[in-house]
T-cell receptor, first 112, second 114 residues
Framework: DQQVKQNSPSLSVQEGRISILNCDYT??????FLWYKKYPAEGPTFLIS?????DKNEDGRFTVFLNKSAKHLSLHIVPSQPGDSAVYFC???????????FGKGTSLLVTP | SAVISQKPSRDICQRGTSLTIQCQVD?????MFWYRQQPGQSLTLIAT?????????ESGFVIDKFPISRPNLTFSTLTVSNMSPEDSSIYLC???????????FGPGTRLTVT
């Protein structure tokens, strides 16, 4: 059963605009959330994470928002750049465990 | 973050054979993991590779099918045994400091079983 869901398989955004990628989860025991970016033929690259004790974490152009009551998190990329075009995976874990539970990914295309 | 390499990067194998995938890290790491990404699916944890002891497998994965070695803190291997077309996937190793920390991934091994 998929505990982390990314319901949008793809997203297209114009360069310079905001990209918003969404992720929902079902397991209330998850307390650590991560976003990864993946280019073709490469492994996932860690982008940004957030602990469940926070509702926002920012790193440069990337901001992750966490809404625990809705079991929802989102990744905002501002401004979007063509080099951001990749597949983005949301992942979550329980602090007591090592397994990262991944969503199926959202393919982002940033057009000039 | 650590630099992680995997060998081979890709392979095409026949049904019934076995393939061993190597994962090498440029520094000593506490935890090493093996994941699988089947076509169109998310990444799924196969097992945690424990240094000096047997790997810890996730539900649905068994040692006879996916034997793992971790002889030291920088190296691990995953063997995919008695392969079938359903084993066609990308296999990735990752490293991390443990629960509640981010993991860093190798480039992956793309396996096709015919």
């Amino acid at each position: 059963d998929q505990q982390v869901k990314q319901n949008s398989p793809s997203l297209s955004v114009q360069e310079g605009r905001i990209s918003i990628l969404n992720c929902d989860y079902t397991n209330s025991m998850f307390d650590y959330f991560l976003w990864y970016k993946k280019y073709p033929a490469e492994g996932p690259t860690f982008l940004i994470s957030i602990s469940s004790i926070k509702d926002k974490n920012e790193d440069g152009r990337f901001t992750v928002f966490l809404n625990k009551s809705a079991k929802h998190l989102s990744l905002h990329i501002v401004p979007s750049q063509p080099g951001d075009s990749a597949v983005y995976f949301c992942a979550a874990s329980e602090n007591s465990g090592y397994a990262l539970n991944f969503g199926k990914g959202t393919s982002l295309l940033v057009t000039p | 973050s650590a630099v992680i390499s995997q060998k081979p990067s890709r392979d095409i194998c026949q049904r019934g054979t076995s393939l061993t995938i190597q994962c090498q890290v440029d520094s000593q790491v506490t935890m090493m993991f093996w994941y699988r990404q089947q076509p169109g699916q998310s990444l799924t944890l196969i097992a945690t590779a424990n240094q000096g002891s047997e790997a810890t497998y996730e539900s649905g994965f068994v040692i006879d099918k996916f034997p793992i070695s971790r002889p030291n803190l920088t190296f691990s291997t995953l063997t995919v045994s008695n392969m079938s077309p359903e084993d066609s996937s990308i296999y990735l190793c990752s490293v991390g400091e443990g629960a509640g920390y981010e993991q860093y991934f190798g480039p992956g091994t793309r396996l096709t079983v015919t």
